[in-house]
């Protein structure tokens, strides 16, 4: 199922020049909201190491590339995250089984028919949330430096905000240097990222449910690579949350 948004993500983003028809007011008017056909629909997906995914947008969508590339790609747009956080955010919304990571609803109170007495009634679906922690894919210093900010950090800690799970950037770090993902072949993407990801602290690690933050997911190496060290260190499920899948 897919839906096209109309409004809802109007208000996050902030006045400015539309990115894909430059009519002034935000940085993505009504108009072009609507071409990006947000997914209300989640099936699993699994990896070796990788329990799940979720992702907000289609990659093939034309205006999500131009978002994320205008995020990524100089001059950065830093303020995007917030706008492509919402997208996920939007993604979760829609689902009609919402993953069991979402803020738990406000308790019920109702009056039980026969019973005098006030009960509360918790959505059975949404319970978990304390076992789980973002981690943001890490970058290299290299790219950080260049960068400025590592952008799925930046989509994390939005993230954090809304699921009020916390966003652990510095647990997972990359210590070396890789060559872009995008100008190689999927075996060479499995070697280009191989043993080039570290955990500071197993502690902070161990026995926790993880949502891997990263912008897109096409071939999933660099995932894949994460999910097998953070297993390493004792990691329960690795769940990927991204904007776009590839
Ligand atoms: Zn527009």
């Excluded at 966003?167 to 075996?187: V, Y």
Aim: aromatic letters at 10%; hydrophobic letters at 40%.
């Amino acid at each position: 199922m897919w839906i096209k948004i109309k409004n809802l993500i109007l208000d996050i983003f902030f006045p400015k020049f539309c990115f894909n028809c430059e009519k002034e007011g935000n940085y993505l008017c009504q108009d072009c909201q609507e071409l990006l056909e947000i997914s209300g629909f989640h099936r699993n997906y699994s990896t070796q190491n990788l329990d799940d995914l979720y992702f907000a947008v289609d990659y093939k969508n034309p205006l999500i590339k131009k978002l994320i590339q205008r995020f990524k790609y100089e001059p950065f747009v830093k303020k995007l995250a917030k706008s492509l956080s919402y997208l996920i955010i939007t993604h979760f919304q829609l689902m009609d089984n919402k993953p069991n990571f979402l803020p738990q609803p406000e308790p019920q109170r109702r009056v039980e028919k026969n019973e005098h007495v006030l009960r509360e009634a918790l959505d059975p679906r949404t319970s978990n949330g304390a076992d789980f922690i973002l981690i943001p894919v890490p970058l290299d210093k290299k790219r950080l430096r260049w960068r400025g900010f590592n952008q799925a950090e930046e989509l994390s800690k939005e993230l954090a905000k809304f699921l009020k799970i916390p966003s652990i950037p510095n647990s997972l770090t990359k210590i070396k240097e890789t060559f872009p993902q995008i100008k190689l072949s999927d075996k060479e993407r499995k070697e280009n990222v191989r043993g080039v990801f570290l955990i500071k602290d197993r502690e902070l690690i161990k026995n926790k449910n993880i949502l891997l933050v990263d912008d897109v997911y096409t071939t999933g190496a660099t995932m894949e690579e994460c999910a097998i060290v953070l297993k390493k260190a004792g990691a329960k499920d690795i769940i990927g949350v991204v904007v776009a899948r590839g």
